[in-house]
């Protein structure tokens, strides 16, 4: 006799509905298997039950099934976004690579981790050194070279300066000692057409301005004594009124 039909409803009974989901998660389980296996697919079979609780199933692993499927569920523009981030993610690799390669480099070339590298490496890296040192030595010749140039050039400036100099000083004492021989000789002109006898001038003979004097002073008093007395009023007087 056949099996009737089970009409597709919930189970309101709650241990008939328990025990169906555990029979029909373990079939369901094992059919998942059964054709990953037999026919080499990449299944995953996730379950959560009513109550939360999850069951899974994964041949190559949940996660890879789950990226794979979402890449290739992706849109046209999210298509195109998964293409411009793979291309920036090998840019990434690649420059890391690259990064990592010249710090190799430079580390061989300060002589460290030398160790695992070949004869036919040491011999490249030797060469590279002696390479390097060779410009290095010529940089450093062509700048000595050019600062030579430069104090050359300096020397030479300072030299037409100090010719200058030279030149302006050896005009200024010409023309000073033309000076001093000049004022000389007209000084000497001076002297000899106005003589200047200051021992033979007498103090007395000049009065730079008039004054007035009252009373007496000794020494009118003693020149009084060597004239006559009949002059010596008329000198007293005029000697105590002079304007």
């Known amino acids: 006799m056949g099996r009737g039909r089970v009409e597709l409803k919930r189970i309101e009974n709650k241990i008939n509905r328990q025990v169906t989901f555990s029979k029909r998660r373990n079939g369901l389980l094992k059919k998942a298997y059964e054709l990953s296996v037999l ?65 190799r480099t430079q580390r061989h070339l300060l002589g460290e981790d030398l160790g695992p590298l070949s004869i036919k490496e040491l011999q490249n890296l030797e060469k590279q050194l002696e390479g390097a040192l060779a410009q290095a030595r010529q940089r450093k010749t062509q700048i000595m070279i050019e600062q030579m140039e430069e104090l050359r050039r300096r020397e030479r400036h300072l030299g ?61 008093q003693a020149e009084a004594s060597n004239v006559p007395k009949s002059m010596a009023c008329e000198t007293n007087f005029m000697q105590g009124w002079i304007l």
């Open 160 to 220: 037409d300066m100090n010719k200058q100099l030279r030149l302006k000083l050896e005009a200024e004492g010409f023309n000073l000692k033309a000076m001093e021989s000049l004022w000389s000789s007209t000084s000497a002109a001076g002297n000899s057409s106005f003589p200047f006898q200051p021992a033979q001038t007498n103090p007395m003979d000049y009065q730079a301005e008039p004054f007035l004097q009252i009373g007496y002073h000794q020494y009118v």
């Open 39 to 103: 026919c080499d697919a990449e299944v995953a079979l996730i379950i959560f039950s009513s109550r939360g609780k999850l069951y899974e199933f994964g041949s190559v692993g949940i996660t890879k099934t789950i990226e794979r499927y979402q890449r290739c569920s992706f849109t046209p523009q999210d298509d195109h976004v998964e293409c411009e981030t793979q291309s920036w993610y090998q840019e990434v690799s690649k420059l890391k690579a690259k990064y990592e390669s010249l710090q």
